[in-house]
């Protein structure tokens, strides 16, 4: 990605492209492995933008996003991962639940 | 014991709600169901035999097979095979054990894709789409070989709304529509093909026998407490604590349960950004415009959704903008592969794709909680320390599935008469 292509209204989630993921199972892992703090600022950055970013993201067909913005694209679905764990468990995994890792994705 | 007005059931099913189920199917009885039967290698031989190889049994969508020439293979170890699913030449879906006519070795040894014959890998035989025996490397060295006896083993195929079904039975008693009978009626229409243009699926094998699961999954009374973090108040209201569910229909084999959605349901800021861009399966604000009669059949404004259990164990459970489906394959006693799959229609905006991984998620926490309770489940039953178990009045279609196999198991007719109880307990409702 040049530099320039990132949206200058996002410029505070470049530090967070660590999270566009382009899988179910990578984002899986990575919120199943991240301490509670990276997770929780992840989603206080993200869900400041959200409707912004989506506005953003919806002019261009889902098919076809430039590379910044399938970038921004595999966050939200990161942000999808991790709001859960952020707004309902307040950790990354609940105490109680079946193991993430044998809960197989078959898509992609 | 029908609904109040706006359709939230009445707090309490028992005495003074007059125990709402049971007053339906009173043939089912009260008593307690025995334990063993998830765990006696015994029992699990004659579901074999009496069930899984005598009934109808889903093995996928057709979307998975568009083109003539498209293969899935399904391993049924409970029936003792495994199937090869194709798209023919003439456009239609066939179903054949996956096994050579020669000396038996499995045709397909990975789990689909694209061809025009099926060739066996040890001699080469070759087989068409259609089954039939085309090519013997060879030939002339063999001793009256007659070909055309000689193609894949076929099995029973049926198509009902895109969904595939399989029976092993070489002559099955009934047909697919006579088996899924009146359900299926109820659910002509709903939009299944439009919201199946794309679909998210979990697997994994789970050490527990089928029925934990299928069990885990056929009623609410769970929800107030293994869902606690998850879905709070999705299900559950002031008024409803207990998520008493809207309605319930029981045909011979099959159930159906019609769940109350709540008012209290107060989103979570990603969950009401998701809603906004598109549609996510938990959500209490649906309403079944559009749907057929079956879903929803109170046409209650405090409805969720509705399970449609399949005997013996396929679930399609629908909503407003999607479905999922949950499928549970034994392969022993005490494991079994479980497959839940949840189905969108295909997003073109990103707004909407942020908006199916959101209900994706969600969805796939929510059930990896029932998911937590099989295997805690089945290391228990082994112990043999409980001999029966007590079920609840919204554990109705747990207390059903339990006789619809103990009948089967036992040789006896299941009881086509109670479908028309059922069906008219339904109309005086
Ligand atoms: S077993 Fe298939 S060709 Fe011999
Ligand atoms: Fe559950």
Redesign the interface.
């Given at each position: 990605m040049a530099e320039s292509d990132w949206p200058a209204a996002f410029s505070t989630l470049q530090p967070f492209l660590g999270w566009a993921l382009a899988t179910?199972a990578e984002r899986t892992h990575k919120r199943q492995t991240s301490e509670m703090a990276d997770i929780q600022a992840f989603y206080v950055a993200m869900?400041s933008h959200?409707?912004d970013v989506?506005v953003y993201?919806?002019q261009?067909?889902?098919?076809r996003?430039p590379s910044h913005?399938q970038q921004l694209?595999d966050m939200?679905?990161s942000?999808?991962?991790i709001?859960?764990a952020v707004?309902?468990?307040g950790q990354p995994r609940?105490d109680?639940?079946?193991d993430?890792f044998?809960?197989?994705?078959?898509?992609h | 014991m029908s609904a109040t007005p706006n359709g939230t059931p009445a707090n309490g099913n028992g005495a003074a709600g007059g125990y709402k189920w049971h007053n339906k199917y009173p043939h089912l009885g009260t008593g307690p169901v025995p334990a063993d039967v998830f765990t006696s290698q015994e029992q699990f031989e004659l579901e074999r035999e009496r069930i899984f190889k005598k009934v109808w049994l889903n093995v996928g969508r057709v979307e998975r097979i568009p083109n003539p020439g498209d293969y899935f293979v399904q391993d049924l170890a409970v029936c003792n095979t495994s199937v090869i699913v194709v798209r023919g030449k003439d456009g239609a879906v066939h179903a054949f054990h996956n096994m050579c006519s020669h000396r038996g070795n499995k045709i397909a040894w990975d789990q689909g894709g694209t061809c025009q014959n099926f060739t066996c890998k040890f001699h080469g035989w070759s087989y068409g789409l259609d089954g039939k025996l085309k090519f013997v490397p060879d030939e002339e060295s063999f001793f009256d070989l007659k070909k055309e006896t000689l193609g894949l083993t076929r099995v029973a195929v049926g198509v009902w709304e895109g969904f595939i079904f399989i029976n092993v039975d070489p002559n099955p008693t009934e047909t697919l529509q006579e088996y899924l009978g009146d359900l299926a009626t109820g659910l002509e229409g709903y939009p299944f093909g439009e919201f199946s243009t794309t679909s998210t699926s979990w697997t994994s094998e789970v050490n527990a026998n089928w029925k934990v699961i299928k069990d885990a999954f056929q009623e609410v009374y769970h929800i107030a407490f293994l869902h606690k973090r998850s879905i709070p108040d999705s299900f559950t209201s002031k008024d409803n604590p207990y998520a008493h569910s809207l309605d319930v229909t029981l045909y011979p084999r099959h159930g159906s349960m019609s769940l109350f959605g709540s008012a209290d349901y107060k989103p979570s800021p990603v969950a009401k950004l998701a809603a906004q861009h598109g549609e996510i399966v938990i959500r209490s604000d649906f309403s079944a415009d559009g749907l057929p009669a079956g879903v929803n059949p109170l046409r209650s404004e405090a409805w969720s959704l509705d399970l449609n259990v399949i005997f013996p164990a396929f679930f399609v459970d629908v909503s407003q903008g999607s479905y999922f489906t949950h499928q549970f394959m034994p392969i022993g006693v005490d494991k079994t592969l479980w497959t839940s799959t949840q189905y969108y229609t295909k997003a073109t905006t990103p707004g909407r794709r942020f908006s199916q991984e959101y209900g994706n998620v969600i969805f796939r926490d929510i059930i990896m909680e029932d998911g937590r309770t099989f295997e805690e489940t089945q290391s228990m039953l082994s112990s043999g320390a409980k001999k029966e178990f007590y079920l609840h009045d919204e554990e109705i279609l747990v207390r059903h599935s339990h006789h619809v196999i103990d009948q089967m198991l036992t040789g006896q007719p299941v009881d086509r008469a109670f479908a028309a109880n059922g069906k008219e307990a339904a109309s005086h409702a």
């Amino acid at each position: 990605m040049a530099e320039s292509d990132w949206p200058a209204a996002f410029s505070t989630l470049q530090p967070f492209l660590g999270w566009a993921l382009a899988t179910e199972a990578e984002r899986t892992h990575k919120r199943q492995t991240s301490e509670m703090a990276d997770i929780q600022a992840f989603y206080v950055a993200m869900l400041s933008h959200l409707e912004d970013v989506l506005v953003y993201l919806n002019q261009f067909p889902l098919e076809r996003l430039p590379s910044h913005a399938q970038q921004l694209m595999d966050m939200t679905l990161s942000l999808a991962e991790i709001a859960p764990a952020v707004e309902l468990f307040g950790q990354p995994r609940e105490d109680d639940t079946f193991d993430p890792f044998r809960f197989v994705p078959q898509h992609h | 014991m029908s609904a109040t007005p706006n359709g939230t059931p009445a707090n309490g099913n028992g005495a003074a709600g007059g125990y709402k189920w049971h007053n339906k199917y009173p043939h089912l009885g009260t008593g307690p169901v025995p334990a063993d039967v998830f765990t006696s290698q015994e029992q699990f031989e004659l579901e074999r035999e009496r069930i899984f190889k005598k009934v109808w049994l889903n093995v996928g969508r057709v979307e998975r097979i568009p083109n003539p020439g498209d293969y899935f293979v399904q391993d049924l170890a409970v029936c003792n095979t495994s199937v090869i699913v194709v798209r023919g030449k003439d456009g239609a879906v066939h179903a054949f054990h996956n096994m050579c006519s020669h000396r038996g070795n499995k045709i397909a040894w990975d789990q689909g894709g694209t061809c025009q014959n099926f060739t066996c890998k040890f001699h080469g035989w070759s087989y068409g789409l259609d089954g039939k025996l085309k090519f013997v490397p060879d030939e002339e060295s063999f001793f009256d070989l007659k070909k055309e006896t000689l193609g894949l083993t076929r099995v029973a195929v049926g198509v009902w709304e895109g969904f595939i079904f399989i029976n092993v039975d070489p002559n099955p008693t009934e047909t697919l529509q006579e088996y899924l009978g009146d359900l299926a009626t109820g659910l002509e229409g709903y939009p299944f093909g439009e919201f199946s243009t794309t679909s998210t699926s979990w697997t994994s094998e789970v050490n527990a026998n089928w029925k934990v699961i299928k069990d885990a999954f056929q009623e609410v009374y769970h929800i107030a407490f293994l869902h606690k973090r998850s879905i709070p108040d999705s299900f559950t209201s002031k008024d409803n604590p207990y998520a008493h569910s809207l309605d319930v229909t029981l045909y011979p084999r099959h159930g159906s349960m019609s769940l109350f959605g709540s008012a209290d349901y107060k989103p979570s800021p990603v969950a009401k950004l998701a809603a906004q861009h598109g549609e996510i399966v938990i959500r209490s604000d649906f309403s079944a415009d559009g749907l057929p009669a079956g879903v929803n059949p109170l046409r209650s404004e405090a409805w969720s959704l509705d399970l449609n259990v399949i005997f013996p164990a396929f679930f399609v459970d629908v909503s407003q903008g999607s479905y999922f489906t949950h499928q549970f394959m034994p392969i022993g006693v005490d494991k079994t592969l479980w497959t839940s799959t949840q189905y969108y229609t295909k997003a073109t905006t990103p707004g909407r794709r942020f908006s199916q991984e959101y209900g994706n998620v969600i969805f796939r926490d929510i059930i990896m909680e029932d998911g937590r309770t099989f295997e805690e489940t089945q290391s228990m039953l082994s112990s043999g320390a409980k001999k029966e178990f007590y079920l609840h009045d919204e554990e109705i279609l747990v207390r059903h599935s339990h006789h619809v196999i103990d009948q089967m198991l036992t040789g006896q007719p299941v009881d086509r008469a109670f479908a028309a109880n059922g069906k008219e307990a339904a109309s005086h409702a």
